[in-house]
């Protein structure tokens, strides 16, 4: 054999070596026409026996003297296979930050587009999974590095006890234990960027869900505007709807008299006749009537008006159990108006409305009451009465959940509340707010 040095040539001897090998590392004279070759994929032992190489992907059979150190080689190449194995690690894990700055980049950069939280909880789903399976691995290959036994140096055998010398096992399995070290705390950075990213996401959620009450909620005044609008609107016209049904009245009358008018009797010839002769007076006392008439009309529909903003309104959440069969006999002795049935897979949700007699249990009001419950609880109400003076959210409260609790609806109305506590989390105020606030609406 030559010198291990000359097949170091980079020319044809370490192209030839390079195919079965891989890039070659090193080559060394180990002694008794012994040699010993490192690629980046194998080994190369050449002894005037027999040779023998190893390449991780297979082996090929060697004679007297690979089986002489087959002792030493075995744990080097294992050692090697999972040095090759940790850098395909590696580059998974470089994998796997890319696509969580690829996250990073989605959320910062969410409002562009519509459809990104769907996205970025898709990608977050398949990045959880990888590190769960990186994480597992990793722990296998740190249990089979504690399971692999370093055999000591040979002795009488002065090729072996070189070839101990290069392979220098023990250096490549601590460095191995450092490296696999090194990567759990990547994969606990990996993690601790998954859960920052996750928390960024929910952050996004929570404000598209603040931002959708505050426009539930101006939509909802918005409503209560535009219905107080009609209600003024309709009263309106049910007056111009008297006013035209009298014009009607009168012109019936007019053609079943003929041409009957006051001024044919005697009262009228004494006292309108002189006033229509007079130059202008008559048309002076149609101004006058035309204004008291318009007066009384408007302090009407002032009336009216205050009667239609000056409202109470309490809307709560009770999820409270109930009797259903208690609330069926108190909602058999109301006047029912409005009765709307829901059904959300295998339950039943029911609405009803209704509108009270004005009376001293009500505080001289008549308010509208709203129910919604199931076949077992009582879910939410909501109650709206026109404002009196003796009239307060929290008498108008006590006066309807006594009734409940009269009727044997419910037992008690503890622990109900309809104010926003300060107790909640922010967001769990944010979207129980409507549900829970009370609002005094005064024109």
């Keep these: 054999h030559m010198k291990a040095i000359k097949y170091m040539d980079k020319e044809d001897y370490e192209n030839e070596l390079k195919q079965v090998v891989g890039e070659t590392q090193s080559a060394h004279d180990l002694g008794n026409d012994e040699l010993f070759i490192v690629g980046s994929h194998g080994v190369l032992l050449v002894g005037k026996d027999s040779d023998f190489y190893c390449r991780l992907s297979r082996r090929a059979p060697g004679g007297k003297d690979s089986e002489r150190h087959s002792t030493l080689l075995i744990p080097f190449l294992s050692l090697m296979s999972r040095k090759i194995f940790i850098s395909n690690f590696v580059l998974r894990m470089f994998v796997l930050a890319d696509?969580?700055?690829?996250i990073r980049k989605l959320i910062h950069s969410h409002a562009k587009d519509p459809n990104s939280?769907?996205?970025i909880r898709s990608m977050l789903s398949s990045a959880s999974r990888e590190v769960v399976t990186l994480h597992e691995v990793l722990g296998y290959v740190k249990e089979s590095l504690e399971d692999i036994e370093i055999p000591p140096s040979p002795e009488n055998d002065a090729p072996g006890v070189v070839l101990h010398g290069l392979l220098d096992s023990h250096r490549?399995?601590?460095?191995?234990?450092?490296?696999v070290a090194d990567l759990q705390k990547n994969v606990g950075a990996c993690q601790n960027e998954l859960d920052a990213l996750r928390e960024g996401t929910d952050v996004i959620s929570e404000t598209q869900m603040f931002r959708l009450q505050e426009a539930m909620q101006s939509n909802t005044k918005n409503l209560e505007l535009q219905q107080r609008s009609s209600e003024r609107a309709s009263n309106s016209?049910?007056?111009?709807?008297?006013?035209?049904s009298g014009a009607l009245a009168f012109d019936i009358?007019?053609?079943?008299?003929g041409e009957w008018s006051v001024l044919d009797t005697d009262w009228g010839q004494t006292f309108l006749l002189p006033m229509i002769e007079f130059p202008g007076l008559w048309f002076g006392v149609n101004l006058v009537l035309w204004a008291i008439i318009a007066y009384c009309l408007m302090l009407f529909m002032n009336y009216l008006a205050e009667k239609a903003t000056g409202v109470v309104t309490l809307r709560f959440t009770v999820n409270r159990e109930m009797n259903l069969d208690a609330l069926r006999r108190y909602l058999g002795s109301k006047k029912v108006q409005e009765e709307e049935i829901s059904f959300e897979k295998d339950k039943?949700?029911?609405r009803v409305a209704w509108e009270e007699n004005c009376s001293a249990t009500w505080f001289n009001s008549s308010p509208k009451i709203e129910l919604c419950f199931d076949d077992h609880y009582l879910l939410t109400v909501y109650v709206s009465a026109p404002k009196t003076n003796m009239l307060t959210e929290n008498n108008l409260r006590q006066a309807f959940f006594a009734e409940l609790i009269a009727a044997g609806v419910i037992l008690t109305d503890e622990d109900i509340e309809y104010g926003t506590s300060s107790e909640l989390p922010f967001l769990q105020q944010l979207l129980f707010r409507s549900d829970h606030e009370t609002k005094v609406c005064e024109g």
């Design 99 to 102: 696509q969580l700055g690829i």
């Design 117 to 119: 939280i769907p996205k």
């Design 172 to 179: 490549q399995l601590r460095y191995l234990i450092r490296r």
């Design 237 to 244: 016209l049910e007056i111009m709807q008297v006013i035209l």
């Design 253 to 257: 009358a007019d053609r079943m008299t």
């Design 348 to 350: 039943r949700i029911k």
